[in-house]
């Protein structure tokens, strides 16, 4: 059974920092993970992914140089580490994975919104609030 749980949300000032973690259970090895968000009002995006097999990461353009993915296999934990957070960073963020999902630039991640990004499992998701 698959399974994909979101931590680390929270209310932090403009400035700070946070880190997202995933933890993915019964998830097969070769497929890629995803971070995706969605703020009130407007339509899940992509946020960042992680290839599987060579470690190849994607970052939307509007958190280029603030966001870093990581993955530690041990711990089945995908991270994302969110640095001089934005209000408009604020949204909740979930990652998610699928046979059909691949990593690529997130740009065209996005454009597959009317299949569901190729995804076939979505965590819960974590809620991100940047205010001060």
């Known amino acids: 059974q698959v399974r994909l749980v979101e931590s680390g949300g929270d209310l932090v000032q403009p400035g700070g920092s946070l880190r997202l973690a995933c933890v993915v259970s019964?998830?097969?090895?070769?497929?890629?993970i995803g971070w995706f968000r969605q703020a009130p009002g407007k339509e899940r995006e992509g946020v960042s992914c992680?290839?599987?097999?060579?470690?190849?990461?994607h970052f939307a353009a509007s958190v280029k140089g603030r966001f870093t993915i990581s993955r530690d296999n041990v711990k089945n934990t995908v991270y994302l580490q969110m640095n001089s957070l934005k209000p408009e960073d604020t949204a909740v963020y979930y990652c998610?994975?699928?046979?059909?999902?691949?990593?690529?630039?997130?740009?065209?991640?996005?454009?597959?919104?009317?299949?569901?990004?190729?995804?076939?499992?979505w965590g819960e998701g974590t809620q991100v609030t940047v205010s001060s």
């Open positions: 998610a994975t699928g046979s059909k999902f691949g990593c690529q630039e997130i740009e065209g991640i996005n454009r597959l919104s009317g299949v569901n990004y190729g995804v076939d499992y």
């Open positions: 992680m290839n599987t097999w060579d470690g190849t990461t």
């Open positions: 019964g998830v097969p090895s070769n497929y890629d």
